[in-house]
């Protein structure tokens, strides 16, 4: 594919509902990358995988908070038991260098807002 | 090749002192530059500058972003045993199929001592 794609674009979930955010990363890129983005602020690190393995979860804002990459490719953010504070924008990028500073390349993002 | 260039690459300086960071890029299609205090665990973000001149403050902590000269500087006043850490420079651009990508600097690595 040209670019990372993530799906769904817009998602509103009502409170207290889980929810699941997928990430389909550039082909053959090692390094995938969640952030979460509230509007006017700058992109904030949640979690970080190598392949399949998650190396970097400490962003994760709370245990309500998981994300995975089983074949080290398409990876899903799942939020359980969403709250309003989980309203924001979350954004894939994908990297084709392992390491978590090199040039990254994001997805169009989804907006999640909680109800 | 876009990139972002950050110094000094360390620094150690004594609580009190101020410290200025200097972060420069050359990239094309910028959106935005960001600044980012790393410490044991995963960075947080700190600012995000997408205009010249105009001053970003959050207590002892400011930045500017000049993109004329193409960087920014990151100031913090009064500086604390806390603030001892990684401070990262990400810039945001645009690339040639208009999607968004991030480029890291290496970071300046700032220690403060009592």
């Known amino acids: 594919g040209a670019g990372v794609s993530q799906s769904p674009r817009y998602k509103v979930a009502k409170r207290g509902q889980d929810v699941a955010l997928r990430c389909d990363p550039i082909?053959?890129?090692?390094?995938l990358f969640w952030y979460q983005q509230a509007l006017g602020q700058g992109p904030e690190f949640l979690t970080y995988?190598?392949?399949?393995?998650?190396?970097?979860k400490s962003g994760l804002p709370s245990d309500r908070f998981f994300a995975e990459r089983p074949e080290g490719s398409v990876s899903t953010l799942k939020i359980q038991r969403t709250q309003q504070e989980d309203s924001a924008v979350y954004l894939c990028?994908?990297?084709?260098?392992?390491?978590?500073?090199?040039?990254?390349?994001f997805g169009p993002g989804t907006r999640l807002t909680v109800l | 090749e876009d990139k972002v260039v950050q110094s000094p690459l360390s620094l150690v300086v004594h609580e009190g002192d101020t410290v200025t960071l200097n972060c420069s890029y050359e990239?094309?299609?910028?959106?935005?530059l960001l600044w980012y205090k790393q410490e044991k665990k995963a960075p947080t973000f700190l600012f995000m500058l997408?205009?010249s001149g105009i001053e970003k403050k959050s207590g002892r902590l400011s930045s500017i972003l000049d993109k004329k000269e193409l960087f920014s500087i990151l100031n913090i006043t009064a500086t604390q045993t806390g603030d001892s850490a990684i401070y990262l420079c990400?810039?945001?651009?645009?690339?040639?199929?208009?999607?968004?990508?991030?480029?890291w600097g290496l970071g300046t690595s700032l220690a403060v001592n009592p």
């Open positions: 082909s053959g890129h090692v390094s």
């Open positions: 990239v094309t299609n910028f959106r935005s």
């Open positions: 995988f190598q392949n399949e393995a998650q190396l970097d």
């Open positions: 990400a810039v945001e651009a645009h690339n040639a199929g208009n999607n968004r990508k991030l480029i």
């Open positions: 997408t205009s």
């Open positions: 990028a994908s990297s084709s260098r392992s390491g978590p500073y090199n040039e990254q390349f």
